[in-house]
């Protein structure tokens, strides 16, 4: 009986639990499937076996789908993609067709789908923010370009954002509550989001930092030392077993990896952040194709690449986020929850801002980190929760900054669209 509490405890954490979250759900499952299925159903863009990589935005579709990816990067989830992809043979008949594509998207519309039911979970059910409220921060959210990118793309990113976003949740209700986190949570939590990202394996273990006076109880902290211990050594295993235990051909991977996609590019270092990083898992800027080809180089096509923003209003619209973000953490200095999303935020600024890892594409790494921002805004509502004028002032704010996003990734979605019509019928 107490297994079956926890497994239904578990399950009410992932999948909507009430009428409201049900509605959340569906109504991002129509949003989302629509345009899911129409791209799915008439273009090849979402998987086509003659594109390796970078078909749009620097997504790689195929490899992930085929092989789960690098395992330097990836190191579970070829295991992972192994039953995705055999679901959409066995949907499809064996072919890789538009039925085949078509299953890809709608997975990922229900992945993504249920990682915004998460983000309003912790709003309506962490922050206790007014429901009108939550709704406008949860739209505003919903809106994302990585939200509306990874609604219909087979990646990694796309699974990632469901199981940060879940966890995150959980992690946030145990805290809340005065309970740690489970043996079987950091397990989980190490090989679902270790498993298809190997640096995402730290925000794990983050929220063991703020568990109650874990540094004054020397038991609190051997037990926290034997989860973490027990959850990596779970993951080194699976991990090695992948690898046939030859762990030098990570090392050399690895290095190859960092130095491939750390080098400097010819674009300012301050726009790449603020256009890309910051901005780019947000806002649609500017579009550059470009011209690709296989391997072997006996099949060219284009791909997709965002360029800087052109104009002042998107860097406006980004400093004012970055703003709401700031003020949120400032006036929320002392909650621990607030620190858990600061920490796990700064985790992916040093990896892609200081170590430029991956930099010139960061706005395909969304799936990390975005859904700290609807977060922290949400605690910066809750800070003013007994200021009506204040509340006031952010929520039209907030509102404004909504229609404005909506009106320029809806444009720019149409642009896309005129992309795929030209390259991918």
Known sequence: MKLLNKISSFLKIIFPSTKTEAFIFLFFVVVYGANAWFIADNFSIIYDDRIPWDGYFSFDNRAIVQTGGGFERHPLSNYFFDVVRDFALWISGNRYNSEFRLVLALLSTIVISLANVQIFKYLNNIIQLPLKISLLVLAFYGLFVTNILLSFTPETYTYTLLFLSVFNYYSAKKINEDKTISFGASILGSVFIGGLTITNIVKVYIPFLFEKKIFWNWKKIGIAVAKIATSVGVFVLLFLL??????????????????KFSKPKVTPLWDMISSWFLGGNILFS??????????DKTFYYKALFMDVYSSFVPYLFV??????????????????????????????????????????????????FVFVYPLLIGWLFFSFKEKKLPMTFLYGILLILTVYLGFTNFYRMSEFYQFLETYYR
């Open 286 to 295: 500017n579009y550059e194709i470009r011209d690709y080809h296989n391997k």
């Open 242 to 259: 992948r690898l046939d235990f030859n762990f030098q051909n990570f090392l050399n991977k690895t290095g190859e990896q960092y130095d």
């Open 319 to 368: 400093g004012i986020i970055l703003l709401m973000i700031i003020w949120a953490v400032f006036k929320n200095h002392k909650n621990k929850l607030v620190w858990i999303l600061v920490i796990t935020f700064l985790f992916d600024v040093l990896i892609h801002c200081v170590l430029k890892f991956g930099l010139h594409t960061s706005y395909i790494y969304g799936g990390h």
